[in-house]
């Protein structure tokens, strides 16, 4: 599992259990505290996750525009052999 999905859960872990707690304590403290958790935790991997996409996509066209120049052929080989 990648690092943001763990990441995921144990927020999501956490604001259950607060949240759990909250109910069977009847403590609106803990239920907020779920809450904020909550919001951070979705705040933290937005933001983990922002830069990622347009990267692979930027990789992507500059491996094709490479081969689109060299051709299929490996740097040390030359072309006409």
Same mark, same amino acid.
């Given at each position: 599992? #990648?690092?943001?999905? %763990?990441? #995921?859960?144990?927020? *999501?872990?956490? *604001? ?17 505290? *779920? ?6 935790? %979705? ?39």
């Amino acid at each position: 599992m #990648s690092t943001v999905v %763990v990441l #995921s859960l144990v927020y *999501a872990l956490v *604001a259950v259990t607060a949240f759990v707690a909250g109910l069977v304590t009847d403590t609106g403290l803990l239920l907020l505290l *779920a809450a904020a958790v909550l919001i951070a935790g %979705v705040v933290h991997v937005a933001t983990r996750l922002q830069g990622q996409g347009p990267v692979r996509v930027k990789d992507e066209h500059d491996r094709s525009e490479s081969i689109a120049r060299h051709g299929n052929v490996p740097p040390e080989r030359p072309r006409g052999m």
